[in-house]
């Protein structure tokens, strides 16, 4: 099932997925339906996950060891949680295939090129990338082929990346269903920390608040909880390993994005506090034109509930 038939020839004759949880499986199936790849292998730290993987069909081969999986491949993506990139790059380096094309899917960049980077050899291309799609599930059974529609993903090549290498792999990632933007990781890492990174912190803040809370006064907030507070605990179940490896790598994006948070929650707070009505209705009133922006670039539905209901949950949790 790995095995592409199509009669067109693929882009890689071999891909190496290093980690095949929630991105490394949808990318294998992605690849598949679009003819990409002429085999799939990958690695895997657990024996489960590696039966599992190859019982799906998402690897005709299944490593222990990530410096068997490369041996031979074309193109290498690293699917692990940012933090293992280190010691998987290091481990890889002198296994790669010269001419091949490494990248990964970190949620964070500067921090993927720093500890990637360095293990690269002469002749091998570094470019690294981050879909910006996923949902809160993990594991290879999470996967699916239609993860990466219509998303985009990002690229943070170093500006001497080879631009074939570069061409190649936005090509990849459009093949794979992805609009693609090319940005500086430190660009990538401030956008990311507001947009996504910040989010995750406050979902699951306030989910453990809630949880206390419900502790010390025996109340039914997880009973009674509605739609809001909903939304963030399908957020704050998100792989707390990943997301640890995120806060750890995007420290000052996100300790920058935490402070200006926090003076315009306390703007809010005086607004509560003072009975000003006027300007909590103004800021509410921008914040839900932000929703709208999103919508009408194609990156969420406006149906209630975000459509859930009538379609497997696609909105990211990155
Ligand atoms: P996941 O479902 O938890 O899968 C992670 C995979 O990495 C598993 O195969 C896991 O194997 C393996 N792994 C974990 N630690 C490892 C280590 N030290 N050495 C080798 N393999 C290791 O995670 P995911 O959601 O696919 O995330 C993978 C990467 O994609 C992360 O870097 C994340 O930042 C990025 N990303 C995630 C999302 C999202 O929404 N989830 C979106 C875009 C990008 P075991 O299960 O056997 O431990």
Request: glycine residues 8%.
């Amino acid at each position: 099932m790995a095995r592409d038939n199509s009669e067109k020839k693929p882009m890689f004759k071999r891909m190496a997925l290093i980690g095949i949880g929630l991105i490394g499986s949808s990318i294998s199936h992605a690849a598949r339906r679009a003819g990409l790849v002429g085999e799939t292998v990958c690695s895997a730290l657990t024996p489960e996950e590696r039966e599992r993987a190859t019982a799906l069909g998402l690897a005709t081969k299944a490593y222990a060891d990530p410096a068997d999986a490369v041996k031979g491949a074309d193109l290498v993506i690293l699917c692990t949680p940012v933090g293992a990139f280190k010691d998987i790059a290091e481990a890889i380096g002198p296994h790669l295939e010269k001419g091949a094309i490494v990248s990964d899917v970190g949620s964070v960049k500067g921090a993927a090129v720093r500890d990637i980077a360095p293990s690269i050899p002469e002749g091998v291309h570094f470019v690294p990338g981050h879909p910006i799609a996923g949902t809160e599930q993990s594991g290879p059974d999470a996967g699916f082929a239609t993860l990466f529609d219509g998303r985009w993903c990002v690229l943070t090549p170093a500006p001497d990346a080879d631009p074939e290498a570069v061409a190649k792999i936005e090509e990849f990632w459009r093949k794979l269903g992805s609009n693609v933007e090319v940005m500086t990781p430190e660009h990538h890492d401030m956008v990311l920390a507001i947009t996504s990174h910040v989010p995750h912190l406050i979902a699951y803040n306030i989910v453990n608040t809630a949880a206390h809370l419900e502790r010390v006064t025996d109340s039914e907030v997880i009973k009674f909880s509605a739609a809001g507070f909903r939304d963030f605990t399908r957020i704050a179940a998100s792989d707390p390993v990943m997301w640890r490896d995120v806060f750890l790598n995007n420290k000052e994006a996100v300790l920058e994005m935490l402070g200006r948070f926090s003076e315009d929650l306390i703007q809010l707070q005086r607004a509560i506090r003072f009975g000003d009505g006027e300007t909590l209705q103004r800021l509410f009133a921008t914040a839900r034109s932000i929703r709208r922006g999103i919508i009408q670039a194609g990156q969420d539905t406006a149906q209630p509930d975000f459509g859930r209901s009538a379609v497997k949950v696609r909105e990211g949790t990155d």
